[in-house]
């Protein structure tokens, strides 16, 4: 399954320092503890400036379609994550999105890169859970209707 955001095997663009340096206010234990099975994941970074990675993490040697269908292929089960606003557009794009889990966070910011772009095709959704979290931040999770 492809989601946007959790779990098994994660699709991620360049690593940002500006990502890795945001201090969030709903830093918590369960964050923290996702920290530490964040950092322990297989990763495949996409990216045009780096040419190593770090860690548990593999730089693409393809495109999207094909890193997912790699990923695919590879043993076990479990869900293949996407971050990053640019790539899970790209993937849903392409029809690679099967299950989009969004976090909404008590606080209204603006700007940057907008995770849903326009696009001329519409996508129905079916949600699966809805949970909220002790520190308000509310999980939504929704299947693509196909």
Avoid at 25 to 45: M, N
Avoid at 69 to 84: K, Q, S, T, V, Y
Avoid at 129 to 140: D, G, H, M
Wanted: contains cysteine; proline residues 5%; glycine residues 6%.
């Amino acid at each position: 399954m492809i989601e946007c955001f959790d779990d098994r095997r994660c699709v991620i663009p360049t690593h940002s320092t500006t990502t890795e340096r945001r201090v969030s206010p709903y830093q918590d234990d369960s964050r923290l503890e996702w920290a530490a099975i964040w950092k322990a994941l297989p990763k495949v970074v996409f990216s045009t400036a780096l040419s190593a990675v770090q860690g548990n993490a593999r730089l693409a040697s393809g495109g999207l379609a094909e890193e997912i269908e790699r990923l695919r292929a590879e043993p076990g089960e479990g869900n293949i994550a996407i971050g990053g606003a640019t790539l899970a557009a790209e993937a849903a794009e392409l029809r690679l999105i099967d299950e989009y889990r969004a976090r909404v966070y008590p606080v209204l910011v603006g700007g940057g890169i907008p995770f849903f772009p326009q696009r001329e095709r519409r996508v129905d959704l079916e949600l699966v859970e809805a949970r909220t979290f002790n520190s308000k931040v509310v999980c939504l999770r929704y299947r693509v209707a196909r």
